[in-house]
């Protein structure tokens, strides 16, 4: 099963789109890699966020790494 990566445009200081992809990340700054979609959702929202925010996405590890995200710590 192909893990899934939460990225969104939004930076943290609540600036769309200008720095590129924000990733979920661990607290060591690696992305956070889950077992599906679900569970992606259900973390995000544990911890207070929406998971069905407008500017979130859902990917596949391997199409992430396509973006270079894995190799710039979360940032696309």
């Known amino acids: 099963m192909e893990k899934v990566l939460v990225r969104t445009i939004q930076s943290p200081d609540g600036v769309l789109g200008l720095n590129g992809w924000w ?9 956070i890699r889950f077992n599906g979609v679900e569970e992606a959702m259900e973390y995000i929202e544990d911890n207070g ?16 790494e396509t973006d270079d995200a894995l190799d710039n710590n979360g940032r696309g």
């Open 49 to 64: 966020g929406d998971p069905h925010d407008e500017y979130t996405e859902y990917i596949e590890e391997e199409w992430a």
């Open 23 to 31: 990733y979920l990340l661990d607290e060591d700054d690696n992305p």
